[in-house]
């Protein structure tokens, strides 16, 4: 994975048919994604269950691009090896999930994957200023994690924030939670390089539509794009 900070869709899967995953990635890639994001919930850090190091390990042979692995766990730790093994290519944890990051993020390089933090909403950005040299992502989440298609919540200030700590390190933004082509622009604005979609990327199209997927991706990237810093 080489670093560069244009524009990179990410659409999360949370959004896609459950019965049909391994199709919908690749639909979803060949109309453009740049990366996968992957949802991890174990209904005691939020409030939802999603997928497991097994279902990561299914997911892997139909991802080519990046599989971006954001687990919303506690604890992290005794899991970092189970998802390395199942082929994660970004492993991110949430900073609130745990009193040792730094601990996190080198045991998550050391298995081999690039390390991301992310930050509740309620997490001000100053929280991972001495993390950023152990970081390759930064997740800024525009929502309360836990469930697909909230309302956005607006965190460009702590963008904007970051982007100055960052400076030229080759750390990238994300931005996970009510993603679409009227939010983008404003986090793109902000320095934010790399926006996840859910309901905003699978909405109205199918494995058998695939065409709409490529519509919603491009919308979002046109309009970040057209914004970004």
Not at 43 to 70: E, I, S, W, Y
Not at 111 to 122: E, H, Y
Not at 166 to 173: A, E, L, N, Q
Request: charged fraction near 20%.
């Amino acid at each position: 994975m080489s670093f560069d900070r244009c524009i990179k869709i990410a659409p999360s899967i949370l959004s896609a048919d459950f019965a049909n995953f391994g199709a919908e990635i690749q639909a979803i890639e060949a109309q453009g994604a740049d990366w996968v994001h992957i949802d991890v919930m174990d209904g005691h850090f939020v409030p939802n269950l999603t997928f497991g190091p097994p279902a990561v390990k299914a997911f892997r042979p139909h991802v080519k691009t990046v599989m971006d692995v954001h687990l919303m766990i506690a604890p992290v730790d005794p899991y970092i090896q189970a998802y390395a093994d199942a082929g994660a290519d970004i492993l991110t944890a949430h900073i609130e999930a745990g009193p040792h990051t730094h601990r996190t993020l080198q045991a998550i390089r050391t298995a081999g994957m690039k390390a991301g933090v992310a930050l509740n909403p309620g997490t001000p950005a100053d929280a991972v200023e001495h993390l950023l040299d152990l970081t390759d992502l930064v997740c800024v989440m525009t929502v309360n994690p836990g469930f697909g298609g909230q309302k956005f919540i607006d965190m460009t200030d702590k963008v904007r924030k970051l982007r100055q700590m960052i400076g030229d390190r080759p750390v990238h933004i994300e931005i996970d939670g009510g993603v679409d082509p009227i939010t983008a622009p404003l986090v793109a604005a902000a320095g934010a390089d790399v926006l996840v979609a859910g309901s905003a990327v699978f909405k109205g199209g199918s494995v058998s539509s695939p065409e709409v997927y490529g519509k919603n991706i491009s919308a979002v990237r046109d309009a970040a794009q057209s914004a970004a810093a």
